[in-house]
């Protein structure tokens, strides 16, 4: 299980900041999108926009293999604009 963050444009589409979800402990990192995915259909609009932090750390959408341990946190972090 790990905690997923929803953070801006995400949070809105998937109607929470925060929730705890079981998948693979090995998954690379467009499949953890994916596994998200199922859970909320409404995010896939902004899949060509998001990256991932897990653990803090960066991660595009790709075949990147994730190792993710019990309670890691990933951060589901839209395009963010500003100025």
């Not at 299980?1 to 589409?13: D, I, N």
């Not at 998001?50 to 803090?56: D, E, I, K, N």
């Amino acid at each position: 299980q790990v905690s997923v963050l929803y953070f801006a444009r995400s949070a809105e589409l998937a109607g929470l900041r925060c929730e705890t979800l079981r998948v693979p402990r090995q998954v690379t990192s467009l499949q953890l999108w994916e596994e998200i995915v199922k859970v909320h259909p409404r995010l896939a609009v902004i899949r060509d926009q998001v990256v991932f932090a897990v653990r803090q750390e960066y991660v595009l959408l790709g075949d990147q293999l994730l190792v993710l341990q019990p309670g890691d946190e990933v951060a589901v972090i839209p395009p963010i604009s500003g100025g």
